[in-house]
């Protein structure tokens, strides 16, 4: 799975939340509910940065919070015919075009180390 791919995660996240805003708690969920497994905190970090670097989301303490841009292309992606989510996160895939580079947010180990934990407590 590329970087692409676990943004579009993030993304769907925060899309079906039905706010447009998702914990880390709630990445760490939708990515193990998809793909069957954790992610690590480097690629959580840098997914998150990814959406944020496009301008499709802000990071908020600790929360991701789709902008109107983030909103609007969820939207468009999950009007598509098809597997609601399949189709929608390989629409969100393919429109996250930027390059992976540094981002300017850091998930904190200790946050990410609890949402790991909150995650788990819910299962």
Avoid: C
């Amino acid at each position: 799975m590329t970087s692409s791919d676990l943004a579009s995660l993030v993304i769907y996240s925060a899309g079906v939340s039905g706010d447009g805003k998702t914990s880390i708690r709630g990445v760490v969920g939708t990515v193990d509910y998809v793909l069957r497994t954790l992610p690590n905190r480097v690629d959580v970090e840098a997914s998150i940065n990814r959406v944020v670097d496009a301008g499709l989301g802000t990071v908020e303490d600790d929360v991701v919070v789709l902008t109107p841009a983030g909103l609007e292309l969820f939207e468009n992606a999950r009007g598509a015919i098809g597997d609601p989510v399949t189709g929608t996160l390989q629409r969100l895939a393919d429109a996250l075009t930027t390059e992976d580079r540094p981002g300017s947010w850091h998930l904190d180990r200790a946050v990410y180390d609890a949402a790991v934990r909150a995650y788990h407590d819910r299962k």
